[in-house]
């Protein structure tokens, strides 16, 4: 596939005045968190005629994404030269992959942004169960770097409106239909994948135009929940301050060592969260369930393993 034509520059940290740059991004996987894009992106990865950077969420056109506290995303269009960077090392004709699975829900600004930036883009939307992801999200954030302003409880973090407006995918996908034909999207949902994962697979290979040579990925080894230590978030940080800023091969250099090993040994465990109370299961879903229906009239698709 040949790449797109955008027409963008960087005078001010973000797309500015206009030039012809044969430069595109031709995918982007736009949602959701915690479900299942990591695997998603280890996947693909792997194939010849697809290319991911190394870093999976550049969230280039997300201005924040941090549910618990409004803050400024330091990647939000931090500069054209960097986004473009990432993708420096594609081979012509591999199909460029965005994989900024916040993008879904923060929707009003990357949604106009894509589709003034890049208005031929595509798009993956992995969708997991609402309830089930919304607790999901909770304790990955629980045990991660947000732990300090994360609710001691989930029915506690249940009054954080973001954390289960975060899984009402009728309303972000709508707003996306509003600048892209549905046509344009692959939606990927849980109960699919663990039906038949070579027949999704055979699917989204068609939407893309490749071929149907993808790795075989165990979905219980991506991304799982740990529990860092005090030190982790801290030095994690910097690794990515150092990637953003022209230190990535040494941060890299370093994360490949011996103290980089070491480091990711003694900084986290593998967290396993408790199963969540069947009261705050049916709360959830009579909370979530007039957003489930709307989304099957909206895809024209039975969500009905969601409503059991």
């Known amino acids: ?48 005629q697809i290319y991911v950077p190394e870093i999976k969420e550049p969230n280039y056109f997300v201005r924040t994404y941090n549910l618990y506290r409004d803050e400024d995303n330091p990647t939000y269009l931090c500069g054209w030269d960097w986004y473009r960077g990432l993708y420096s090392r594609a081979l012509p004709g591999q199909v460029r992959v965005d994989f900024s699975v916040n993008m879904l829900f923060y929707k009003h600004d990357s949604a106009r942004l894509v589709a003034k930036y890049f208005p031929r883009a595509r798009f993956i939307v992995v969708l997991r169960n609402p309830i089930d992801r919304t607790y999901s999200h909770y304790w990955y954030d629980f045990a991660g770097d947000l732990r300090s302003i994360v609710p001691r409880t989930f029915e506690e973090a249940l009054f954080n409106s973001r954390l289960v407006e975060c899984s009402r995918y009728f309303e972000q996908v709508r707003i996306w239909l509003d600048y892209f034909d549905i046509a344009k999207f692959y939606f990927m949902f849980d109960f699919d994948l663990d039906a038949d994962t070579d027949l999704a697979m055979e699917g989204l290979s068609l939407f893309l135009d490749v071929e149907n040579i993808f790795c075989k990925v165990s979905k219980d080894k991506v991304n ?58 049916e709360r959830l879903k009579e909370w979530l369930m007039p957003d489930i229906e709307n989304l099957e009239k909206l895809l024209g698709r039975d969500l009905g393993p969601w409503k059991m």
């Open 224 to 281: 799982g929940c740990y529990m860092y230590r005090p030190f982790y978030p801290p030095v994690l940080r910097m690794a990515s301050f150092g990637r953003r800023n022209g230190f990535k091969k040494i941060v890299d250099v370093i994360g490949k060592s011996r103290i980089g090993g070491m480091v990711d040994k003694y900084g986290k465990r593998p967290f396993q969260y408790p199963a969540m109370g069947q009261d705050t299961r």
């Open 1 to 48: 596939m040949q790449s797109l034509i955008s027409t963008l520059v960087v005078s001010d940290g973000g797309p500015g005045r206009v030039y012809g740059d044969e430069f595109a991004v031709d995918v982007f996987c736009i949602g959701v968190p915690r479900s299942r894009s990591t695997w998603l992106k280890e996947i693909m990865k792997g194939h010849c």
